[in-house]
């Protein structure tokens, strides 16, 4: 499918605050972020690359103990297994990629 409507996709909520439209091609994961203001993203580890690029508000994000207030524009490279987790400071709106595909988005 090489066209895709974002609006057609339902939403899922994969933790509290945290709402994602998934896209997926062969060997990517593109999860589309609506996350609410205060909302925890409790530290974790994933075999997968991912690169988060805020596109609306303001995110604080820790990779490997290292923190960073991210504001539109902005891009994370989270390598692989890297600890990391976040915090909404205000609304935001963020397009992670995920290397290889996140099977359990689907």
Known sequence: MPFINLDQIEAKEIVPGYRATFVHSDTMTLA???????????????PHEQVANV??????????????????????????????AGTAITGCRILDVFHPVREEYK
Not at 55 to 76: C, K
Request: hydrophobic share 40%; net charge negative; proline share 7%.
């Open 32 to 46: 589309y972020w609506t996350i609410e203001a205060g909302a925890d993203l409790p530290e974790h580890s994933h």
């Open 55 to 84: 596109l609306e508000g303001t995110f604080e994000l820790t990779i490997e103990g290292e923190t960073r207030r991210l504001e539109p524009g902005a891009v994370a490279v989270i390598p692989s297994n890297a600890v990391h």
